[in-house]
């Protein structure tokens, strides 16, 4: 009975690499927080200038959700062991992250275009400071999703415990990237 109980409690624990990816996950999110937080108080403070997001941004947004569909049928497909479509979706996921990065770009040169340019007012500094916050972590999604090709396509595919935790840490990292960018999307487009 002792070792069901040892057996059973080995089960139900976290991979230490899982919970390192939430802890950090967890950072970025308060990172953001106190970052959303000093908007929302910066702006009572007066000094304001009014301006819409540029639309470039709603495509970003499009894009980068996309890529979380595709990254994760791409996951479903390596559990399957249905070799090809695990590794055309991951390449698909590739090529939407840098689209994302891409209009994320075009977004900025719009703002500064349109009469927002950085250090001009700080309601136009916080959205160029929070998307290029976002855009560092989004790098960072690139080179798990970088090295996650280089397995997939250098490597033999065999679908063994230790890729699978390996597939699983990127996907939840672009997961959280991914929904982290809708929240400040929302978040910058409404909050004005």
């Not at 970052?35 to 639309?55: D, H, I, K, M």
């Not at 055309?88 to 977004?107: E, H």
């Not at 990127?170 to 910058?188: A, E, G, K, P, S």
Request: hydrophobic residues 55%; proline residues 3%; positive net charge.
């Amino acid at each position: 009975m002792d070792l069901t109980i040892q057996e059973n409690a080995g089960r139900n624990k976290i991979h230490p690499y899982k919970f390192a990816v939430w802890v950090g996950c967890g950072s970025i999110l308060m990172m953001f927080a106190s970052l959303t937080s000093a908007y929302v108080v910066r702006q009572a403070a007066g000094n304001w200038l009014e301006f819409q997001l540029p639309a470039i941004f709603k495509m970003s947004t499009l894009v980068i959700l996309l890529s979380s569909a595709t990254l994760h049928a791409s996951f479903i497909a390596f559990k399957k062991e249905k070799e090809k479509q695990y590794k055309s979706l991951l390449v698909v996921t590739y090529l939407l992250a840098i689209l994302f990065f891409v209009f994320q770009y075009q977004g900025w040169v719009a703002l500064s275009e349109s009469g927002v340019p950085f250090t001009l007012n700080p309601s136009g500094d916080f959205i160029y400071v929070i998307s290029w916050f976002h855009a560092a972590h989004v790098v960072g999604g690139l080179a798990a999703l970088t090295v996650a090709l280089i397995h997939a396509f250098g490597l033999k595919f065999k679908t063994t415990p230790k890729r699978k935790i390996r597939f699983e840490l990127t996907l939840t990292y672009w997961h959280f990237v991914d929904f982290l960018w809708v929240y400040l999307f929302i978040f910058l487009s409404f909050y004005r």
